[in-house]
């Protein structure tokens, strides 16, 4: 696969070429910071930490319409799919936990919704420079240059932007984009590699979780559950804006005869989520709601498809309204192995 430079002079060029595509990119201010579409003729500027909502919704929408039908009729009106686009601009644990929930939707048959927008969405990545008090990518597989889930990623090297083709869709940006780029040479490269090296260098925060999917099923009655979830509110931030998260409800909406059937985002952590028709609930605590969220990506998610089920970017730490830390808890859990 290719890599190449882009002079950032040319950045509004290089987005120029993608015309016809539909293009997403970080908009907003500091915490409302989020995946949105860009308006035709701008050129998006990408130096920022890590958006607060994931750009999951870019394949796997808050709300989407699954079939439109009349009430009494026969027939179903399934959406057209949705047009190619382009995110640029996604963070490498955001990229990789696309690569991760692929599992989950792939998981016996293929769930004809998201695999379609995921073949339309190519994911151009920007390595992380920065990281963020809170990210702990290193220890859970990922990296701040990670290239997993990416199509092409992008390394800020001051003047320049290093792009590397990581797939065939990468590849086939790089050639858009043509003689606005140049050839990267060794110490284009050699630069390149200091800067991550460095980058990762920064991250200050780690889980331990050796021997970890394989114990936590065994501290089920632990104390451990109780104490961590004292101060949980149940409102399911860590959830709703975590880019592994992937629970959803399905409802129909009516008016008057029109209906239509959707998908919507839900979260384990609400009361209701596992609320059965007899009033019984399996999980009727905030104990066992955080205790189901642990092992579900600690456990559950590795035993069925051998992958930790977390990318450590730290959205969960930042924005939990009472402090709630996963890597705290998952220290508490090593210690009680
Ligand atoms: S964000 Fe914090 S308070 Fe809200 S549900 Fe999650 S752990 Fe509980
Ligand atoms: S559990 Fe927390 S740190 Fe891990 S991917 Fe989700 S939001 Fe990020």
């Given at each position: 696969?290719?890599?190449?430079l882009?002079?950032?002079?040319?950045?509004?060029d290089?987005v120029?070429?993608?015309?016809?595509?539909?293009?997403?990119?970080?908009?907003?201010k500091?915490?409302?910071?989020?995946?949105?579409?860009?308006?035709?003729?701008?050129?998006?500027?990408?130096?920022?930490?890590?958006?607060?909502?994931?750009?999951?919704q870019?394949?796997?929408?808050?709300?989407e319409?699954?079939?439109?039908?009349?009430?009494?009729?026969?027939?179903?009106?399934?959406?057209?799919?949705?047009?190619?686009?382009?995110l640029?601009?996604v963070?490498?644990?955001?990229?990789?936990?696309?690569a991760?929930?692929?599992?989950?939707?792939?998981?016996?048959?293929?769930?004809?919704?998201?695999?379609?927008?995921?073949?339309?969405?190519t994911?151009?990545?920007?390595?992380?420079?920065?990281?963020?008090?809170?990210?702990?990518?290193?220890?859970?597989?990922?990296?701040?240059?990670?290239?997993e889930?990416?199509?092409?990623?992008?390394?800020?090297?001051?003047?320049?932007?290093?792009?590397?083709?990581?797939?065939e869709?990468?590849?086939?940006?790089?050639?858009?984009?043509?003689?606005?780029l140049?050839?990267?040479?060794?110490?284009?490269?050699?630069?390149k590699?200091?800067?991550?090296?460095?980058?990762?260098?920064?991250?200050?925060?780690?889980?331990?979780?050796?021997?970890?999917?394989?114990?936590?099923?065994?501290l089920?009655?632990?104390?451990?559950?109780?104490?961590?979830?004292?101060?949980c509110?149940?409102?399911?931030?860590?959830?709703?804006?975590?880019?592994t998260?992937?629970?959803?409800?399905?409802?129909?909406?009516?008016?008057?005869?029109?209906a239509?059937?959707?998908?919507?985002?839900?979260?384990?952590?609400?009361g209701e989520?596992?609320?059965?028709?007899?009033?019984?609930?399996p999980r009727?605590?905030?104990?066992?709601?955080?205790?189901?969220?642990?092992?579900?990506?600690?456990?559950?998610?590795?035993?069925?498809?051998?992958?930790?089920?977390?990318?450590?970017?730290?959205?969960?730490?930042?924005?939990?309204?009472?402090?709630?830390?996963?890597?705290?808890i998952?220290?508490?859990?090593k210690?009680?192995?």
């Amino acid at each position: 696969m290719s890599a190449m430079l882009l002079n950032k002079e040319k950045w509004p060029d290089f987005v120029g070429k993608l015309t016809g595509k539909k293009l997403w990119a970080p908009q907003g201010k500091g915490e409302e910071m989020r995946f949105a579409p860009v308006t035709e003729g701008e050129a998006p500027a990408l130096e920022y930490g890590n958006t607060r909502v994931p750009p999951k919704q870019a394949v796997f929408p808050q709300t989407e319409t699954m079939f439109r039908f009349q009430l009494g009729g026969e027939e179903v009106e399934v959406p057209e799919p949705e047009e190619e686009t382009v995110l640029l601009g996604v963070r490498p644990c955001d990229a990789r936990s696309m690569a991760i929930v692929d599992n989950l939707f792939g998981w016996e048959e293929d769930d004809p919704y998201y695999f379609k927008r995921r073949e339309l969405v190519t994911l151009v990545g920007l390595a992380c420079s920065e990281p963020g008090l809170n990210c702990f990518c290193t220890s859970v597989g990922g990296g701040p240059a990670s290239t997993e889930g990416l199509d092409l990623l992008m390394t800020d090297l001051g003047e320049h932007y290093f792009l590397e083709a990581v797939t065939e869709k990468g590849e086939a940006l790089l050639k858009e984009a043509g003689d606005l780029l140049e050839e990267a040479g060794d110490d284009k490269v050699k630069e390149k590699d200091k800067k991550i090296e460095e980058s990762a260098g920064k991250i200050k925060r780690s889980v331990d979780h050796e021997g970890v999917p394989e114990s936590l099923p065994g501290l089920w009655d632990d104390p451990l559950w109780q104490s961590v979830s004292a101060s949980c509110l149940g409102c399911g931030t860590c959830t709703y804006l975590c880019p592994t998260c992937h629970c959803f409800d399905i409802q129909d909406e009516v008016e008057g005869f029109d209906a239509r059937r959707c998908r919507m985002w839900d979260s384990c952590m609400f009361g209701e989520y596992t609320l059965h028709t007899s009033g019984h609930n399996p999980r009727p605590t905030r104990r066992e709601r955080t205790r189901n969220r642990i092992n579900h990506k600690y456990s559950y998610f590795v035993d069925k498809f051998d992958v930790i089920a977390c990318v450590g970017c730290g959205r969960c730490i930042n924005l939990c309204p009472v402090n709630i830390d996963i890597v705290e808890i998952l220290r508490q859990v090593k210690e009680a192995i």
